[in-house]
């Protein structure tokens, strides 16, 4: 009895050991997609929105014109068109720290880009985003809302290079 007792804990300590280094494998893998993510979106090879799932709730922090919650990759990617239509040219990231931990990676960036009416689009982001099966599937975006107000408006969107 006292034998398979020990044995059972042995399986167990064994099952809960594989099952840690498989959340730190998935983890860092996770960390690594959104890394690839950014880098390509740098070289104009693509976005971390290629990392979303189809059925994905993306909430936009704030009260900008776009704050709110949305359900679909589709539903997003209409809003990020709206935002792409008053620039000149695409946003490109900086990464100032990716961290993950289990399904959850947080990215904070700086986004910049040229707007259609001779000024400079700014801001700062954090993005806290679940994964599962290496895809997005929920995101909680933060960013000063009133300079994505400002750049939708157009018309007062501040050329200053200020951060």
């Known amino acids: 009895m006292k ?5 059972m804990s042995i399986m167990l ?3 809960v050991g594989c099952h840690i280094d ?11 997609l959104v890394e690839k993510a950014f880098e390509n979106w740098k070289n104009n090879e693509g976005t971390v929105f290629d990392l979303l799932d189809e059925k994905v709730t993306w909430v936009v922090a704030g009260s900008s ?6 359900h679909s990759k589709k539903e997003l990617l209409a809003v990020v068109g709206r935002i792409n239509g008053k620039l000149s040219g695409a946003i490109v990231p900086t990464v100032e720290s990716i961290v993950a931990r289990d399904s959850l990676v947080i990215a904070l960036w700086h986004g910049k880009a040229p707007a259609k009416n001779g000024g400079t689009y700014h801001n ?3 993005w806290h985003m679940t994964f599962i099966n290496g895809k997005i599937v929920k995101v909680t975006a933060f ?3 009133y300079r994505l107000a ?5 018309n007062s969107l501040r050329s200053s290079t200020k951060d």
């Open 124 to 126: 700062n982001y954090a």
């Open 3 to 7: 034998l398979k007792v020990f044995l």
């Open 143 to 145: 960013l000063d809302t």
């Open 22 to 32: 498989e959340d730190r494998q998935t983890e860092q893998q996770n960390l690594q």
């Open 150 to 154: 400002e750049l939708l408006q157009a």
């Open 13 to 15: 300590a064994f099952s």
């Open 65 to 70: 014109p776009v704050s709110g919650t949305y």
